[in-house]
């Protein structure tokens, strides 16, 4: 298996509402991230896992919670989202995470939050 | 931190000619330069990707240049075709756990 998998493809959710977003991969990879991107910018890098363990976390509010249960998953947990949250989050994994590391990436969950 | 930056941000081509898209890169210990290809709605892709210690590299229709003096990279996508038409972003890594991107550049091959 050579694919990074994210579910759902899209998610539509209120301020109060509270929602999770699935990552898996069974690559054997042991780093995982979370981006977000808006239209037609790049990617800008939220949380990196590295070895199930928290490694950076690029000052994104409170609201995005992640979480590695184990090597094959990461979710993010959201909630109180605000409208400006709605974008594209993508999720990638590498081998290890260390210099020269590709980074591949999952097809997105689209959310929109009204 | 690293900055790269991305030229040009739009480019129209007709279908069979060459594209160049450039990038520069600010920390030199960079030492990883992937490119990614993002066509609408889909997820990024790596498409190649060249290690600080090779010049060039070929891949078919595509190549990437590193001129590590003068801290830029370049893609070049001969004999275009429709399905090349997509945004392209270019990326500086020197942890790995960190990619910088480019602000992408929207490629469009005209039939």
């Known amino acids: 298996d050579t694919e990074v998998t994210q579910t759902p493809k899209h998610l539509v959710m209120g301020m109060t509402n509270k929602k999770s977003l699935k990552c898996e991969q069974h690559m054997g990879h042991r780093a995982m991230y979370w981006y977000k991107q808006k239209a037609k910018k790049p990617p800008e890098l939220m949380f990196v896992y590295s070895y199930e363990k928290l490694s950076i976390n690029e000052s994104v509010p409170s609201r995005f919670s992640p979480e590695c249960p184990n090597s094959s998953l990461l979710n993010l947990h959201l909630h109180a989202l605000q409208p400006e949250d709605s974008a594209l989050y993508l999720c990638?994994?590498?081998?290890?995470?260390?210099?020269?590391?590709?980074?591949?990436f999952g097809p997105g969950t689209r959310l929109t939050v009204l | 931190g690293e900055n790269v930056e991305q030229h040009p941000s739009t480019l129209s081509v007709q279908e069979g000619d060459s594209a160049v898209i450039k990038c520069t890169y600010s920390?030199?210990?960079?030492?990883?330069f992937p490119w990614y290809k993002q066509e609408l709605g889909k997820r990024p892709q790596l498409i190649i990707d060249i290690r600080s210690n090779v010049g060039e590299k070929k891949d078919q229709r595509i190549a990437v240049t590193l001129n590590k003096t003068a801290k830029h990279f370049s893609l070049h996508i001969t004999e275009t075709q429709p399905e090349d038409s997509a945004v392209y972003f270019c990326?500086?890594?020197?942890?790995?756990?960190?990619?910088?991107f480019g602000t992408g550049t929207s490629l469009t091959v005209i039939p």
């Open positions: 920390d030199s210990a960079s030492n990883y």
């Open positions: 990638a994994s590498s081998q290890v995470g260390k210099a020269g590391d590709t980074q591949y």
């Open positions: 990326a500086a890594s020197r942890t790995g756990n960190q990619f910088y």
